[in-house]
């Protein structure tokens, strides 16, 4: 079965220590992942995908086939890093997507 | 401006009261999808379309129904809502092609059913 597990529900860390956001996935095909985040009273927005291999405000995934996982990293977070963040896949050959359930992230002063 | 709309963006019912929640955007994107957000469970996608009058399940389709008969619109219906229905719905779109294609969300809309 298809599936995106976010292990941590919560996250906190201090401001200017390192960030790790876990994600696997379980997924026959060939994935595509993306990582989304929701700011407060924002709207869900795309942070980054893995085929673009970029980096968005400091954040960077690489995608790990062996481990089946996309994890989201940040070097020095930062207080405006705090928010929702979301896994997702998305199917190959269709537009079928699966979230994960989700990480809050809360940045300490 | 470029965006993705949804109305009501709250709403009250009851059991067995037929609604519709409208979503539309202006951005000419051909895919569109719906999706329940429940604590807990994250994201759930209900049903997406790829394109005009082509519709396919997500997820979790049981109880919803939608339509895609112009490009800009998408409505999500409940024909006899339950109160295991309530929840946070977000509509999205986005071009599609090949890979990678970023979802626009819409703002939400919280349903409540009775």
Known sequence: ?109 | EAQVTQNPRYLITVTGKKLTVTCSQNMNHEYMSWYRQDPGLGLRQIYYSMNVEVTDKGDVPEGYKVSRKEKRNFPLILESPSPNQTSLYFCASSLPGTLGNEQFFGPGTRLTVL
């Not at chain 1, 919560?10 to 992942?33: D, I, M, R």
């Not at chain 1, 927005?45 to 673009?52: A, D, E, F, G, T």
């Not at chain 1, 790990?64 to 896994?87: I, R, V, W």
């Open chain 1, 1 to 109: 079965a298809q599936r995106v597990t976010q292990p941590e529900k919560l996250l906190s860390v201090f401001k200017g220590a390192p960030v790790e956001l876990k994600c696997n996935y379980s997924y026959s095909g060939s994935p595509e992942l993306f990582w989304y985040v929701q700011y407060s009273r924002q709207r869900l927005q795309l942070l980054l995908r893995h085929i673009s291999r970029e980096s968005i405000k400091g954040f960077t995934a690489d995608l790990n086939k062996g481990e089946t996982s996309f994890h989201l990293k940040k070097p020095f977070a930062q207080e405006e890093d705090s928010a929702m963040y979301y896994c997702a896949l998305r199917t190959s050959g269709t537009y079928k997507y699966i979230f994960g359930t989700g990480t809050r992230l809360k940045v300490l002063a």
